[in-house]
Nanobody, 126 residues
Framework: QVQLVESGGGLVQPGGSLRLSCAAS????????IGWFRQAPGKEREGVSC???????YLADAMKGRFTVSRDNAKNTVYLQMAKVKPEDTAVYYC????????????????????WGKGSLVTVSS
C-alpha cells in the first residue's frame, strides 16, 4: 500500500522538544521533496518546512531556530525535529510529497505531489 504515515505527536510542555516521523511505504522517499504542513484548530493550513531530494532545507520564518528536518533514506523516513515549542505550535502536522520546494515572503508554499499523510496531533500545553 502506497502511503505516508506520520508519528511521534503528543503532548509536550512549552519549551520542550518533540520529533515527528514521516515514513513512506510502497514507494521510495529519496526521490521526492517532502513538505511538512500544519493546521491548528480554526486556522488555515500553513507550511512548516520543505526538504529537497538532495537535502536542501527550507523553513518557514516562524520555525527558524526552533525546527529542523532531516532525511534517513535507509529508513525511508523524514523527520521534523521540533524544539522550544510554543502553545501556538499546537496543530495537526502533515507530511506530503511536493513537486518542488518553494518559499515566498518567509512562507513555505504547497506544491502538492501525489501523497499526503493523515497527520499527527501535537499539543503544546503545560
Amino acid at each position: 500500500q502506497v502511503q505516508l504515515v506520520e508519528s511521534g505527536g503528543g503532548l509536550v510542555q512549552p519549551g520542550g522538544s518533540l520529533r515527528l516521523s514521516c515514513a513512506a511505504s510502497g514507494f521510495t522517499l529519496d526521490a521526492y521533496a517532502i513538505g511538512w504542513f500544519r493546521q491548528a484548530p480554526g486556522k488555515e493550513r500553513e507550511g512548516v518546512s520543505c526538504i529537497t531530494s538532495t537535502g536542501n532545507l527550507y523553513l518557514a520564518d516562524a520555525m527558524k531556530g526552533r525546527f529542523t528536518v532531516s532525511r534517513d533514506n535507509a529508513k525511508n523516513t523524514v523527520y521534523l525535529q521540533m524544539a522550544k515549542v510554543k502553545p501556538e505550535d499546537t496543530a495537526v502536522y502533515y507530511c506530503a510529497t511536493q513537486r518542488y520546494c518553494a518559499q515566498r515572503a518567509g512562507r513555505i508554499l504547497n506544491t502538492p505531489g501525489d501523497y499526503w499523510g493523515k497527520g499527527s496531533l501535537v499539543t503544546v500545553s503545560s
